[in-house]
């Protein structure tokens, strides 16, 4: 059993190409995740789609924050920190999945899936807005 695929769409746009190109690689590395998961090659795939995981949260994360940075943007901080609470998830995934837990439970992917939508819809957003206006 894997989770609905999550498909990107118009409305998730922050309005600046590089960080919608790396959101849509998100969905694309959760989908991947999905679908090892709840195939019949999960244990060969999940750990190395985890470790993807984990390594492009930590890139994304990163440069988006410099962006922010760069623009004096006043949410930073709790981008921040939101990262900071993804990022542990992540990683306390990975670690029951090393331990030997192979099992990932569909509501953990749901889970990572919705923070991810809500967090670009919610607070990712805001810095799109905040940037087009500095722009101007």
Do not use: C
């Not at 769409?9 to 590395?29: A, R, T, Y």
């Not at 993807?52 to 623009?71: A, C, D, G, P, Q």
């Not at 939101?82 to 439970?105: C, M």
């Amino acid at each position: 059993m894997t989770t609905r695929l999550f498909k990107w769409k118009n409305d998730f746009s922050v309005g600046i190409k590089e960080l919608d190109d790396q959101h849509k690689s998100f969905f694309e590395i959760i989908n991947r995740l999905g679908e090892a998961a709840g195939g019949s090659k999960g244990v060969e795939v999940v750990g190395p789609v985890l470790q993807e995981l984990m390594e492009y949260s930590r890139h994304h994360f990163t440069e988006e924050e410099n962006w922010l940075k760069i623009v004096g943007y006043p949410g930073l901080q709790f981008q921040e920190k939101q990262h900071e609470f993804f990022i542990a998830q992540v990683t306390d995934l990975q670690d029951k999945y090393s331990k030997g837990d192979g099992n990932i439970p569909i509501s953990t992917l749901e889970f990572l899936r919705d923070w991810l939508l809500s967090h670009i819809l919610e607070t990712d957003k805001k810095y799109g807005t905040f940037m087009h206006e500095v722009r101007e």
